[in-house]
């Protein structure tokens, strides 16, 4: 495996989706009488969410220097270990389902731990996710074979070896 700098960007279906169905549910709230202001504010703020990641998507960038998600550097020496982490709260189109409000299964995503985490971030996040961070997308590869990629940038380029890992918190 080379190890050039490389920069990848998140799928951008997902977003024109959500912008082009949070654009027709803001429109139906004329219909919608009183409460539907309450639906064009909702929709509305979520459709310009949807257009800025369609036009701006989020990026990550592999160098010798570390790994950043939207020009936001982690070092390769803070970072433990990557994994998949199961994520309850996002729903992709790929990878989970929302279903009049029950989620059929999780969303996988890679995450990563870091080596000196505060407690409290450490333990908030381990508690939700299994990781301190998540990314904000899996660039359109498997959740496995990104998570094993992203280890082995990260036993190249980074000096400390791995933690052991502890069995609590």
């Known amino acids: 495996m080379e190890f050039r700098s490389q920069t990848l960007y998140a799928p951008r279906a997902w977003s024109l989706f959500l912008l082009f169905s949070g654009s027709a549910l803001t429109c139906a709230g004329v219909f919608l009488g009183p409460l539907g202001w309450l639906a064009m504010l ?23 220097q570390g790994i950043a998600v939207s020009g936001r550097l982690t070092r390769w020496d803070d970072i433990d270990e990557f994994g998949v982490s199961y994520n309850l709260h996002s729903v992709l189109p790929s990878e989970g389902r929302l279903l009049a409000g029950l989620l059929l299964h999780p969303t996988r995503v890679v995450g990563y731990r870091l080596r000196n985490a505060g407690q409290v971030l450490s333990a908030l996040s381990i508690l939700e996710a299994g990781y301190h ?27 400390a070896p791995a933690l052991p890992r502890s069995s609590g918190i």
């Open 42 to 64: 909702f929709f509305g703020a979520a459709t310009a969410v949807a257009a800025y990641r369609s036009f701006f998507p989020h990026r990550l960038t592999l160098d010798e």
């Open 133 to 159: 961070v998540t990314l904000p997308s899996n660039f359109g590869r498997s959740p496995e074979e990104f998570a094993a990629e992203l280890n082995r940038w990260r036993l190249h380029f980074s000096a």
